[in-house]
């Protein structure tokens, strides 16, 4: 099945729901750990039916939901089919019932809660790099390239953090290589960047803004602030 692009998920109209990296994310809030359980036994019902399941996380004031599709379909430059993990037509259908099924459980959703973390290596030798840091992040080097064209690590049970590699010319070390990527919703990016102006970082680059934004502690260590969809447009 294809992937969805920003703009398609954008269009979808997921209220409940954010494209955060490579997935749907969705936090809902609950009553107790009981409401939270019985909540998650009708969404497996359906995620039976639709023999496709939600990735979750379950506290006790919230359930975390995070959806995508294993075998969804990138089509490179030159045409050529690359089977990724990235959201497709059914996460966005499943997501779609999983919000029925909270509000007939009298559930509220908080999307603008919702943040994920990944790792960035800046290098040019990722292909000898990505052995060792998957190695030593998940026990072994099946993480290395899963699920994606590039040599990204990335731990089939979620235990850690994605970590990616940024292209770079070679280069001397010291310089800052690791980053933290820190992924909110479109309707959050700008407020978190003004939270930690606020708190004494600085601004190093929103050319890119709001897809990426890099700021700078005090220290001059950086990070990347960003969305992967695009805010709905004005009618």
């Known amino acids: 099945m294809d992937m969805l692009s920003g703009e398609q998920i954008t269009a979808a109209a997921l209220t409940d729901w954010r494209k955060l990296g490579q997935g749907l994310h969705a936090r809902f809030v609950i ?15 359906v995620g039976k039916a639709a023999k496709h399941y939600p990735e979750v ?8 939901l995070k959806l995508l599709s294993d075998d969804a379909i990138y089509r490179d430059d030159a045409g050529t089919e690359h089977q990724v993990e990235w959201v497709t037509q059914q996460d966005v259908d499943l997501a779609r019932r999983i919000s029925e099924i909270a509000a007939e459980h009298s559930l509220s959703a908080d999307p603008r809660s919702i943040a994920t973390i990944e790792l960035a290596l800046d290098t040019a030798n990722s292909v000898t790099l990505a052995p060792v840091w998957a190695a030593l992040l998940t026990g072994g080097t099946e993480a290395q390239g899963r699920g994606t064209i590039g040599d990204d690590v990335r731990d089939a049970t979620s235990r850690v953090p994605i970590l990616w590699f940024q292209e770079t010319d070679p280069h001397p070390t010291p310089r800052q290589r690791f980053h933290i990527d820190v992924q909110v919703p479109y309707d959050v990016a700008e407020q978190r960047i003004a939270a930690a102006v606020a708190a004494g970082a600085v601004i190093v ?3 890119r803004a709001p897809s990426t934004t890099v700021i700078a502690d005090p220290d001059g260590n950086k990070a990347c602030v960003g969305t992967f969809q695009p805010p709905p447009q004005p009618e």
Do not use: I, N, P, Q
């Open 31 to 45: 009553r107790d750990f009981g409401a939270g359980v019985r909540f998650l036994s009708a969404v497996g019902e």
């Open 57 to 64: 996380r379950l506290g006790t004031a919230y359930v975390d």
């Open 205 to 207: 680059d929103d050319s």
